[in-house]
């Protein structure tokens, strides 16, 4: 399967839209050991997700060691829940090219995040991988995202009066028109549900990837309602925190998901309410 055609069955056997973010933070953690860590967040909730996001940035920092444990990690996740590479990348030609084969053949995620700053050269080597997702950066959920992402711009090219869009609107349309071979999202943040709105307007076929609820405050009802496709689908609700620290102690597996079915069962009854 492709990556759509894995995420897609993934999400109708568990009913869920729930991706976790796998993010080890030792200053959090009540286990030390990252790998056996990440495998009790697994084994507790394997059957309560859509998908897995390890954060690469969360791995690199840990150095040799956090990049084995990354390794072990995507090799336990069961190959019909789809992993995704949260990476950000995004670089010039070869480059390009070496992020891409690392993230997708020597790590072996299913999908990766990218940056589309440095235009459609720099993600062609990502596109490329049919099989696998690239979900661009469009609109992000951290507040800083506005000093960019909101600027408008104006084509020369367009009609009369519609020559004016924000750059997340840009980059929404140039994804769309890059999707030639069905594997491209776009990462949209929860905690701005009007551009979320507009970017599921833009884009209504394609997988959205919604990190912001929980920690950063973003509203689910918005997030499942705006984020969904017409069948109530291709909407990727991703929590970290929320859910693999929600406790601190030897229960930590068990209180995952604990908090991995509330929000599961929440993301569902705001679904059947949409």
Same mark, same amino acid.
């Given at each position: 399967?492709?990556?759509?055609?894995?995420?897609?069955?993934?999400?109708?056997? @568990?009913?869920?839209?729930?991706?976790?973010?796998?993010?080890?933070?030792?200053?959090?953690?009540?286990?030390?050991?990252?790998?056996?860590? @990440?495998?009790?967040?697994?084994?507790?909730?394997?059957?309560?997700?859509? /998908?897995?996001?390890? @954060?690469? #940035?969360?791995?690199? !920092?840990?150095?040799?060691?956090?990049?084995?444990?990354?390794?072990?990690?995507?090799?336990?996740?069961?190959?019909? &829940?789809?992993?995704?590479?949260?990476?950000?990348?995004?670089?010039?030609?070869?480059?390009?090219?070496?992020? !891409?084969? #690392?993230?997708?053949?020597?790590?072996?995620?299913?999908?990766?995040?990218?940056?589309?700053?440095?235009?459609?050269?720099?993600?062609?080597?990502?596109?490329?991988?049919?099989?696998?997702?690239?979900? &661009?950066?469009?609109?992000?959920?951290? /507040?800083?995202?506005?000093?960019?992402?909101?600027?408008?711009?104006?084509?020369?090219?367009?009609? #009369?009066?519609?020559?004016?869009?924000?750059?997340?609107?840009?980059?929404?349309?140039?994804?769309?028109?890059?999707?030639?071979?069905? @594997?491209?999202?776009? +990462?949209?943040?929860?905690?701005?549900?009007?551009?979320?709105?507009?970017?599921?307007?833009?884009?209504?076929?394609?997988?959205?990837?919604?990190?912001?609820?929980?920690?950063?405050?973003?509203?689910? !009802?918005?997030? +499942?309602?705006?984020?969904?496709? #017409?069948?109530?689908?291709?909407?990727?609700?991703?929590?970290?925190?929320?859910?693999?620290?929600?406790?601190?102690?030897?229960?930590?597996?068990?209180?995952?998901?604990?908090?991995?079915?509330?929000?599961?069962?929440?993301?569902?009854?705001?679904?059947?309410?949409?």
């Amino acid at each position: 399967m492709n990556f759509l055609e894995k995420l897609l069955n993934a999400a109708r056997t @568990n009913r869920s839209l729930l991706c976790i973010g796998l993010d080890p933070d030792p200053e959090l953690m009540p286990w030390g050991d990252v790998a056996e860590f @990440n495998r009790a967040i697994v084994d507790a909730t394997l059957d309560l997700v859509c /998908a897995y996001k390890p @954060n690469l #940035a969360f791995y690199e !920092a840990l150095g040799i060691d956090g990049l084995k444990a990354l390794e072990k990690t995507v090799d336990y996740i069961p190959a019909d &829940i789809p992993v995704i590479g949260d990476a950000k990348r995004g670089d010039i030609g070869n480059t390009a090219r070496a992020y !891409a084969r #690392a993230l997708f053949e020597t790590l072996g995620f299913d999908a990766a995040t990218v940056n589309p700053y440095l235009g459609y050269d720099s993600l062609e080597p990502f596109i490329e991988y049919r099989e696998k997702g690239v979900f &661009i950066l469009c609109r992000t959920s951290n /507040a800083g995202s506005a000093h960019f992402q909101d600027l408008l711009l104006y084509e020369k090219s367009a009609k #009369a009066g519609e020559g004016v869009k924000a750059l997340f609107e840009v980059v929404a349309q140039r994804a769309r028109e890059w999707n030639t071979f069905g @594997n491209v999202g776009l +990462v949209v943040g929860a905690t701005y549900p009007e551009e979320l709105r507009r970017v599921r307007e833009l884009c209504p076929q394609m997988p959205l990837l919604i990190p912001g609820i929980g920690a950063q405050g973003g509203d689910l !009802a918005s997030a +499942v309602r705006y984020g969904v496709d #017409a069948q109530g689908e291709k909407a990727i609700i991703s929590s970290s925190r929320q859910i693999i620290y929600a406790s601190k102690g030897k229960d930590f597996a068990e209180a995952a998901r604990g908090a991995a079915l509330k929000l599961r069962d929440e993301i569902n009854r705001y679904l059947g309410a949409a």
